[in-house]
DNA sequence: CCTACAATTTAGGCACACCGAAAAAGTGCT
DNA sequence: AGCACTTTTTCGGTGTGCCTAAATTGTAGG
């Protein structure tokens, strides 16, 4: 319960974690493997020495679950990652592409003190620069209520709150486009067949049209700003 | 020449290069094994590796030398090491006798974009908490011109430029007896056989004896004030 | 139900960094 | 020079985390 775990180990419990905060169905060998960037015979082996630690609950050829010690700790690295991230942006000036390689590697190098420490000099914030959410040191979780871009309708109107950090190209292309975190959009027309979503992005006079592409409205996540009965989440 | 080395590794090369910091007498096995905590025979190996790899001359039963290549690894991480420990106590409110472990862990985890970025926030200092030099980012070492406050003879006026950072519990201890860097201090009088060697500190009115046990002499480094015809540097 | 095919686990190995014990080499003293 | 003692190296072995290739097991279609 106290003496550090490994890297790896720390690793595997935040993919584990991090794969069931935007869905909501369980993470599987292969896809732990892929998101890791191991081979599948290595998942295995590892997902083994988790459930001896009691960190995983799994069955054999089942997908991979975390207990309640193992959440604990993937939300501690949850945490440690956000929060460094909002570090090298805000104080350091890194641009929000380049931080998540680097806090890949931090977020296993520092101690609980360093990590509250930088938290009370950041302000304890409660997202990081991609909008995702950072949990409490106690392990509670902002709660965020939006939707994917490519599931709203035309006429939904909100602010994006969360940008996926997966792919820095993106980011990069995003920030160019000037689409930040708290950019407003409408949605102004949806993809007929395979066609671009239409989004029109800022504020009254600087508004203007954009076409959005499948992958970047799948990562871009929106808070609706009307209250627009509930959320109109588009089928299939 | 590019892609990074192990921790361990770096580990190694630093504290080859620690040792002959402040000494001139090159490192060898065993010393290196207790200073890094591992077996002798884990050094062997090692040292075998790191010859390999071209970082140190060694020859069999010999004490252990950088190569130019192995120096250049080896500034990298001083540097790293004592930004990161400036870092902590002017950005993050540690104290001086925290960081050293602190920064052991982030010296292998952070890019050369965030040293230089870190460096640049910081004011490109060239000394860390302790007072030891920093190296620039191209391997430039400031040369400090001081002593042991063992080695000084009585009536030596001086500031306090370093203090071997080896030793929290001496840190804690001299924190408490607010003995700092810079602080200024006069030789009273040497010990005679064993007895304690007494040091006034402060300035003017402020000023108070002390008495300085020997491991604190050892580890406090002074830089003359008067240019007292060179240093006094005592026998034995 | 049975069979292809995909997902998963098992088996056997490798690299790294460490260990203790045993062998070898250097060193200092008579 | 010879011998005791210390230092260093060599040897065999461990744990972790990864790999490829070969079983095994699950599942969906006929
Ligand atoms: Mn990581
Ligand atoms: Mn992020
Ligand atoms: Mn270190
Ligand atoms: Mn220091």
């Keep these: 319960m106290k003496s550090r775990l490994s890297s790896s180990t720390e690793d595997y419990l935040k993919t584990i974690y991090a794969f069931t905060e ?54 501690t690295m949850v945490r440690r990652h956000r929060l460094l991230e909002t570090f090298l942006v805000n104080d350091l000036g890194y641009s929000w592409d380049e931080v998540h390689v680097e806090a890949e590697r931090l977020e296993h190098a520092v101690s609980d003190l360093f990590v509250e420490r930088l938290a009370a000099r950041l302000g304890n914030p409660e997202r990081d620069p991609h909008g995702d959410p950072i949990p409490s040191a106690s392990g509670d979780i902002p709660r965020i209520d939006a939707h994917r871009l490519s599931e709203l309708d ?20 995003l920030a160019h486009e000037r689409i930040h975190l708290d950019t407003e959009v409408t949605v102004v027309r949806r993809k007929p067949f395979g066609g671009p979503l239409v989004v029109r992005v800022g504020q009254h006079g600087a508004a203007r049209d954009f076409d959005v592409p499948d992958e970047v409205a799948e990562a871009v996540w929106v808070e609706s700003t009307r209250e627009h009965a509930g959320c109109t989440v588009g089928g299939s």
Tied chains: 1, 2.
Excluded: C, F
């Design 22 to 75: 935007w869905q909501d169905t369980p993470i599987t060998s292969s896809q732990l493997a892929t998101r890791l960037g191991v081979a599948n015979s290595s998942v295995s082996e590892m997902v083994r020495k988790l459930k001896d630690m009691g960190l995983v609950d799994h069955r054999p050829y089942g997908a991979v679950h975390l207990t309640e010690e193992g959440l604990r700790v993937a939300l």
């Design 154 to 173: 035309p006429g939904h109107e909100g602010t994006i709150t969360r940008i996926s950090d997966e792919n820095p190209e993106m980011l990069r292309y």
